[in-house]
């Protein structure tokens, strides 16, 4: 089946620092999506990305949707402590109901 | 209005017990899914109803049963359920199958815990 490789696996960074992290894949996705959870909470939507190519951003998240459909990224600008949490990539085949997820990425902020 | 709610936010069992947990959604979503999330891992899929109707079953066992009561409401009814099965089970709903922007929206979750 599908798989989603998410790198890094985590992340310990200074506040103030810019981050970046992204997920492969050997198939082909129709739509990327990036969320954020905290402890305890369900996962909220930061970016969702339909257009190979496609740039957008949401404050200081920029996210890509990688030209060959099969990669997509992540930037944090100026990382502050509410950014702590766990970042998970998921992406949607054509037609299909059922998400792929990566295995998240555990960011840690230092203040 | 892009919330999803789900009730109770925590709740423990004993494995004779009989539970349900509950979710809503107001944003006109016509498909609705239940997660289940462990510690450190993704939210993985196990029902999905499109149109009130049960489109997708990741052959969850049969002490968990999902019910779509209408297009805003999606319950998951708990029998005789096992500790592996303590987890953050979670609600999401979006656009239903073949339209552009179906991302999925999630609640908040309910923290499950079998004693």
């Known amino acids: 089946g599908q798989q989603l490789n998410q790198s890094p696996q985590s992340m310990f960074i200074q506040e103030g620092e810019d981050v970046s992290m992204n997920c492969t894949s050997s198939?082909?996705?129709?739509?990327w999506l990036w969320y954020k959870q905290d402890p305890g909470e369900g996962p909220v939507l930061l970016i969702a990305?339909?257009?190979?190519?496609e740039l957008t951003s949401n404050g200081r998240l920029t996210a890509q949707f990688g030209i060959t459909r099969k990669d997509s990224f992540l930037n944090i600008s100026a990382s502050i402590p509410s950014d702590v949490g766990i970042y998970f990539c998921?992406?949607?085949?054509?037609?299909?109901?059922?998400?792929?997820f990566g295995q998240g990425t555990r960011l840690t902020i230092n203040p | 209005d892009t919330e999803v709610t789900q009730t109770p936010k925590h709740l423990v069992m004993g494995m004779t017990n009989k539970k349900s947990l509950k979710c809503e959604q107001h944003?006109?979503?016509?498909?609705m899914y239940w997660y289940k999330q462990k510690a450190k891992k993704p939210p993985e899929l196990m029902f999905v109803?499109?149109?009130?109707?049960?489109?997708i079953n990741e052959s969850v066992p049969s002490r968990f049963s999902p019910e779509c009561p209408n297009s805003s409401l999606l319950n998951l009814h708990l029998h005789a359920l096992q500790p592996e099965d303590s987890a953050l089970y979670l609600c999401?709903?979006?656009?239903?199958?073949?339209?552009?922007?179906?991302?999925?929206?999630f609640g908040p979750g309910t923290r499950l815990t079998v004693l």
């Open positions: 999401a709903s979006s656009l239903p199958r073949g339209y552009p922007y179906n991302e999925q929206f």
């Open positions: 109803y499109s149109y009130e109707k049960l489109s």
């Open positions: 990305l339909y257009k190979a190519g």
């Open positions: 944003m006109g979503h016509r498909a």
């Open positions: 998921a992406g949607l085949i054509q037609g299909a109901q059922k998400l792929v």
């Open positions: 198939s082909i996705f129709n739509t």
